[in-house]
């Protein structure tokens, strides 16, 4: 880990002194976005590309997600940025003709390389929040020449004993709906994926994962038009996902990617927030193991950070490519 920079106090007076950030950077916005279809065996994957640069596959969290929760505030880069967005496989607009045991972490993989080919890219940037940090992880580690850049945005545990690390922490800090929210996973309704059932459940979930109601409430928002739109047949599908990928992961004895990446020669940056529900250590253990990788702790952010800390990280992802030279191959 070559620099640690900490965006505090000082820059949120700054920001305040200015006009909103996220108005001012969503009216530098101009791109509108385009839907294709990659096809994968039988089925097909949901793309969403938008915007001119460099460019950046993103990769979605869950890893029961869509893509849908990082948008459109992360549409704000799409100016500077060419961003490639797909449903990961049997979640989202992805789902249909998928059978969650044809899903699996090597599946997964693979599926990231099927959509540099489609967007004809020698290289590219990979962009991994949360869960999707370790998919990226997983791709340089098995296909380092076709990554250009990392970008780790407040990222999941790369170790089985970092998620034991996160379980304990998101015990204590939920306290009390700790238990609540065990009641709402033992009910019938939860188990048959009812999309009210399951929005309730990630109320307690995402509660201490914000630093800010209003961005709390905005993910809330948009977690539940997303259960509703998947439905109970949807949401059930993604859960076994979900259960596929964690066996392939965390909870494989020994899992650990931290030894594999001091090998990796990708100028990376990772970004954690300093009110996040994922302990900084995490961050900071991954951050550590790549040489060169520079870590960005946005102190008054939580695990949303291109929602919460739009300004801050759009000037992390300009100096990191600043910093970290020429632009990869476009189309």
Request: glycine letters at 6%.
């Amino acid at each position: 880990m070559r620099t640690v920079f900490v965006l505090g106090l000082a820059a949120c007076v700054h920001l305040a002194a200015s006009p909103d950030p996220a108005t001012a950077l969503q009216s530098r916005q101009s791109p509108t976005p385009h839907e294709s279809r990659i096809p994968v065996g039988n089925a097909s994957l949901y793309a969403r590309d938008i915007g001119n640069g460099s460019p950046v596959i993103v990769l979605h969290g869950g890893p029961d997600f869509d893509i849908g929760y990082l948008l459109p505030d992360l549409d704000r880069l799409a100016d500077s940025y060419h961003l490639i967005y797909y449903d990961q496989r049997g979640r989202g607009k992805s789902a249909d003709r998928v059978q969650p045991e044809e899903v699996s972490l090597a599946s997964d993989v693979e599926d990231i390389d099927r959509v540099r080919d489609r967007f004809h890219l020698e290289q590219a940037a990979v962009l991994g929040h949360s869960w999707g940090a370790v998919l990226a992880l997983e791709y340089a580690l098995r296909h380092p020449t076709r990554v250009s850049r990392l970008i780790l945005m407040n990222p999941a545990p790369a170790s089985t004993s970092d998620y034991a690390v996160l379980r304990n922490a998101y015990t204590q800090k939920l306290g009390k709906d700790f238990d609540r929210q065990r009641e709402i996973l033992a009910s019938a309704a939860y188990k048959e994926g009812d999309p009210e059932t399951v929005a309730a459940r990630y109320r307690l979930h995402f509660e201490a994962a914000l630093a800010r109601r209003e961005d709390y409430e905005t993910l809330m928002a948009r977690l539940k038009a997303a259960f509703a739109s998947q439905g109970k047949a949807g949401i059930l599908k993604a859960r076994a996902v979900e259960d596929r990928l964690k066996a392939d992961s965390w909870s494989l004895s020994g899992y650990d990617l931290l030894p594999k990446l001091r090998a990796l020669g990708i100028p990376t940056l990772v970004i954690a927030g300093g009110k996040d529900f994922i302990p900084g250590e995490i961050a900071q253990h991954i951050a550590s193991a790549i040489p060169g990788a520079q870590l960005v702790v946005l102190d008054h952010c939580g695990h949303f950070s291109y929602l919460e800390c739009p300004a801050d990280v759009r000037k992390a992802f300009d100096d990191f490519f600043r910093r970290s030279g020429s632009p990869s191959p476009s189309r």
